[in-house]
């Protein structure tokens, strides 16, 4: 446990002070209807929506969750989320413009624009309730976690009062000032919490024990853990690290802020928008900022808490009060922050927090959202006034974050949870990607989806089905099982169960009538080989549509732009670490093709907004 001065309280009680202003400054316009409260009117310029979506996915369980694969797998274990760059670049080039163009509310409103009938009502219904509420509470559970462990380590807060304290601050602001409040706070958030991730890394580098940055390079302990990519010598660590997500993950699986083909808050930020181009700007400034900048001074604090605490029990050694339960390599982050000196420990400790609001402060937003606007409005009281269905989002907001704060008493690493929603969501991500550009996929093809990917990932994951299929360790025992595939099948299988179901039902049950494709295909204008039937039978019935989405088709484009992009980003990802690493041919050839294929995508961004706009 650490000892706080004047300093350091004065950070934490400032910061509350200005993020609890600003929400009761922009209550009295959030409230006035559903619209200002989910959306701010969809007035946001892209600057401030990129910088909030990059501060809701910077949670104080992110640096537990890189430190834990860090110490666990290395620096190249990072490539399980590093993957999704992919995901989100195809959703700058190609989806951003479609979401906007939609003029939805929230992302599952899409279900009853795409498909109709009672199918559809029933998608939107059960999606508000499974996104909205159990898979949010289970990010936001996480993101709970990882405070518990901070305060824990830290502070010697019991469980209880972490939650009370961090929660109801953001609770309040978060009802009261609604989608705006949470956006202008996220600006401030931002900034707080990359000064204290670097702050930290650059002191916990050089503390004596570890000896500055050219020891802890050297390090028995960590000279093992640098490599970027895997070594392509060990079959399975290539496989699992890098193959799998790259040719598999990151389009097949669904996983809050990195959907393929956009979704959930980072949809709401594109929905609230100015205009098209400013939701294709905010997202491609997000994923610049999440993927090329801010992992490495989360990897420096994990690499150097090899050094201070090599393994869980010295952790444990240092902090004999944490619970059992709750013992894990990510407690290695919160135990390297007590090294800090006081001044800039309030800063780290107000960056952490930062942190934590920004991203529960979004998922409660986020979450309400679905209950009010996808649920409530449509299934229970349609005829609710604005007022009611904001009161309705208010007290949502607070119940949701009940329920997470409770659940986050039970869990014991962030990783654990990582992988539960990832195997959930596996398999569904085609559909998502597929559904703007392909007429026969229906409401059934994604209902199929997620029973199937839900079914097959529980048997997997909690019955002893799971022993007998795959070898390796158990996801929640972790006990050493020998199975019929290795254990690296597990999401693969799940993607190619979930995949091949839900396109045998797409062609077993009917396609959504000519009327809700007309007019889907009028209001989006998706183009492509993959509506030209519809196009054609609108011709047919003498409802030619064919005038209003005869636009050049710009996906080509987009995917070239998606691919040049993560080119760009990725050679600027490992540009920023061969620097770090003092490898400088490596660093000086990496940042020129940063610079190259940076201006290539720049040539090709203008092209494609000039098609599109």
């Not at 654990?416 to 959930?424: A, G, R, T």
Request: net charge neutral; glycine share 8%.
């Amino acid at each position: 446990m650490i000892s706080l001065n004047a300093y350091d309280y004065a950070f934490i009680i400032g910061f509350f002070l200005v993020t609890l202003t600003i929400g009761f400054v922009v209550s009295k316009k959030s409230g006035k209807s559903t619209s200002e409260y989910f959306l701010s009117g969809r007035t946001m310029p892209w600057w401030l929506l990129g910088v909030s979506m990059v501060a809701t996915t910077f949670s104080t369980d992110t640096p537990n969750l890189v430190t834990d694969i860090v110490r666990n797998k290395g620096v190249s274990g990072n490539w399980v989320w590093w993957a999704f760059l992919i995901t989100g670049l195809l959703t700058v080039f190609v989806y951003a413009k479609l979401w906007r163009k939609s003029g939805v509310n929230t992302d599952i409103e899409f279900y009853e624009l795409r498909y109709g009938g009672r199918p559809a009502r029933f998608l939107r219904a059960f999606r508000a309730i499974y996104l909205g509420v159990v898979f949010n509470v289970l990010a936001m559970s996480a993101v709970t976690l990882a405070a518990i462990k901070i305060g824990q380590v830290m502070l010697g807060l019991s469980p209880l009062e972490t939650i009370f304290i961090g929660g109801l601050v953001t609770v309040v602001f978060s009802t009261v000032g609604g989608f705006k409040g949470v956006v202008y706070t996220d600006f401030i958030l931002f900034f707080v919490a990359m000064f204290g991730g670097i702050a930290a890394a650059y002191y916990c580098v050089n503390l004596p024990e570890v000896g500055g940055l050219t020891a802890l390079m050297e390090n028995e302990n960590v000279v093992n853990k640098l490599d970027i990519l895997p070594s392509f010598t060990d079959t399975e660590a290539l496989i699992t690290l890098l193959i799998i997500p790259l040719a598999v993950q990151w389009w097949s699986a669904w996983y809050p802020g990195a959907e393929p083909g956009g979704g959930g808050y980072i949809a709401q930020r594109m929905l609230a928008a100015k205009n098209e181009n400013h939701a294709i700007g905010a997202t491609f400034f997000f994923n610049i900022l999440h993927y090329a900048l801010r992992p490495w001074p989360w990897i420096l604090v994990a690499l150097a808490s090899l050094v201070v605490y090599p393994d869980i029990a010295s952790i444990h050694e240092a902090f004999p009060n944490i619970a059992e339960d709750k013992l894990g390599h990510d407690l290695a982050y919160s135990a390297m922050l007590t090294k800090l000196p006081n001044g800039l420990l309030g800063i780290v400790l107000t960056s952490l927090i930062a942190a934590y609001m920004s991203t529960i402060s979004t998922h409660l937003n986020w979450g309400s959202s679905y209950i009010v606007n996808d649920f409530y409005k449509q299934h229970i009281k349609s005829e609710a006034s604005e007022k009611e269905l904001v009161n309705v989002g208010r007290l949502s907001t607070v119940l949701l974050m009940v329920i997470s704060a409770a659940l986050a008493l039970v869990l014991t690493n962030a990783l654990q949870l990582f992988n539960i929603i990832l195997m959930f969501g596996a398999g569904t991500g085609l559909i998502f990607i597929l559904r703007w550009f392909w007429w026969r996929i229906n409401a059934w093809s994604e209902i199929s989806a997620m029973v199937v990917s839900g079914i097959i990932s529980i048997l997997i994951s909690f019955t002893s089905f799971g022993d007998w299929l795959f070898g390796g360790a158990n996801i929640l025992t972790g006990v050493e099982v020998d199975g019929l595939m290795p254990s690296w099948m597990t999401y693969p299988f799940i993607v190619l169960v979930t995949t091949v179901s839900w396109l045998l039902v797409t062609f077993l049950t009917p396609p959504e009538t000519n009327s809700t494709l007309f007019d889907f295909c009028k209001k989006i204008q998706p183009g492509g080989p993959g509506w030209s039937k519809v196009i054609a039978k609108s011709k047919l019935e003498g409802k030619d549509i064919s005038v209003m989405t005869s636009g050049s088709w710009n996906v080509p484009s987009g995917i070239l732009a998606t691919l040049v992009g993560c080119i760009a980003v990725y050679s600027a990802l490992f540009a920023t670490g061969y620097w770090i690493y003092g490898r400088y041919t490596k660093a000086l050839l990496l940042t020129l093709s940063t610079i190259v294929f940076a201006f290539i995508l720049k040539l090709l961004w203008k092209k494609i907004k000039a098609v599109t706009f």
